[in-house]
């Protein structure tokens, strides 16, 4: 039983989605609650938030609150869940690798844990908890209906 669960055959298993669903609501919520604090700053942030890419610090600032808060409301959902995490994946890399390149680890470690969970989750799937699952199984249903006729 122990074995089952820790090295399942079956990725979409009801047990498997039920812990991707865990995954995805609590790192999307602690990520969201990241994006709501840029939100309800952006006025005082817009002015100093880096801009590592060059294209001006409130659109810098815009981006990662577009990544971190609409993006995660996706991934919770499971709505265009790949598709939403790209931007994710994307603000955890700039802010590793670019933002806190000469930051001690322990400043940016953060972003590595939520980038290395992001690369995870993207590479496994949303599982079957997921509104990308009912869409899917919806468009399954009426291709194979199509068929039919």
């Known amino acids: 039983m122990i074995y089952n669960f820790l090295f399942p ?3 979409n298993t009801t047990k498997v989605s039920l812990l991707l669903l865990a995954v995805r609501i609590i790192f999307g919520i602690l990520l969201m609650n990241h994006g709501i604090q840029k939100w309800s700053n952006f006025q005082e942030l817009s002015a100093v938030f880096p801009d ?3 294209i001006g610090s409130p659109i810098s600032l815009g ?3 577009f990544g971190e ?3 995660s409301m996706a991934f919770i959902v499971g709505f265009l ?3 939403a995490m790209i931007p994710m994946i994307f603000t955890m890399i700039v802010a590793f690798f670019i933002v806190h390149a000469n930051d001690t680890f322990a400043v940016k470690e953060m972003a590595f844990i939520y980038l290395i969970v992001f690369i995870i ?3 496994a799937g949303p599982g ?3 509104i990308d699952h009912i869409i899917g199984n919806e468009l399954q249903r009426r291709k194979s209906k199509s068929y039919k006729k």
Request: charge should be positive; hydrophobic fraction near 50%.
């Open 121 to 123: 989750m993207y590479i």
């Open 52 to 54: 590592p890419l060059g």
């Open 69 to 71: 808060l609409v993006c």
């Open 9 to 11: 055959t079956k990725p």
């Open 63 to 65: 981006l990662a609150i």
């Open 128 to 130: 079957k908890f997921s």
């Open 81 to 83: 869940y790949r598709l």
